[in-house]
């Protein structure tokens, strides 16, 4: 069994090891990452971003972190504020910035120092008035109670160690009537104990995934209602080059996960 203190110390390590190395992926090794520029626009409409929006952000926010595109199901409007959980470099924060427009706001916590750096500065290079960066703990937000619309998060709740206490912090911030957009791996069936404890694969967003029918209830434990977790099994083809010959892809898939407060 991972220590919950090891697995956040070890996530914390290896994403500020991405954000200052230039390297991308979500599940690729600390030896054999590929650079940032070989991470194409091809690459990057496996998870259901378009070209269009590759081009509009930054150079240096996609760092192929994801495992889906929660821009997809979060239906943003003009004026709204939105949080994303796990921002890493800001690539979905300045997505989500140009739907809410000048009026809304977009937030990005992250608990790695050298990631907020990161999106600060590609914030600062964008002409981003309406995003800002907080470091804090997605277990323990940094947001004010009822201030938000809309959360998303992109393959990083499933690397968290205390996944009840996320979605409990989410409710919280959540207005009345928000909502949860959010990409992430799931488990269809047990993983293995070789995957299981492996810390490698628990910060490459393997290891910590929670079955379909623990998230239901962890999100409805959490106060939430309307929800809606559509399995992606295509995904299963990029989840095999995260750990080629793991065979990790026939325990674990990309989903969208939504709810309402």
Not at 97 to 114: F, H, L, N
Not at 158 to 180: A, E, I, M, T, W
Request: charged share 25%.
């Amino acid at each position: 069994m991972l220590d919950d203190d090891k697995v956040r110390q070890q996530v914390s390590e290896r994403y500020s090891q991405i954000a200052t190395s230039n390297s991308v992926g979500c599940g690729c090794s600390q030896s054999g990452c590929c650079s940032q520029n070989s991470f194409s626009a091809t690459s990057a409409n496996k998870l259901g971003y378009s070209c269009e929006e590759m081009d509009s952000v930054p150079d240096g926010a996609n760092m192929g972190l994801g495992c889906g595109n929660p821009m997809a199901i979060a239906s943003l409007k003009e004026g709204e504020v939105a949080l994303d959980l796990g921002s890493g470099g800001g690539f979905d924060c300045f997505i989500a910035a140009k739907r809410v427009g000048k009026t809304g706001q977009i937030i990005g916590v992250d608990m790695t120092p050298d990631m907020v750096m990161k999106a600060r500065e590609n914030a600062k290079k964008g002409n981003y008035d309406n995003v800002e960066f907080r470091l804090g703990e997605i277990e323990h937000l940094p947001v004010a109670d009822n201030s938000v619309d809309v959360i998303i998060s992109n393959c990083v709740i499933n690397l968290s160690p205390n996944k009840p206490q996320v979605f409990k912090d989410s409710y919280r911030v959540l207005k009345q009537g928000g909502r949860l957009a959010i990409s992430d791996i799931v488990t269809t069936s047990e993983i293995p104990d070789n995957i299981k404890h492996d810390i490698a694969k628990y910060t490459g967003c393997i290891a910590g995934a929670s079955h379909v029918k623990t998230l239901e209830s962890m999100l409805r434990e959490a106060g939430f209602t309307d929800i809606k977790i559509d399995i992606k099994e295509e995904s299963r083809k990029f989840i095999r080059e995260w750990f080629p010959e793991s065979g990790a892809e026939k325990f674990v898939v990309s989903a969208n996960i939504e709810a309402k407060k």
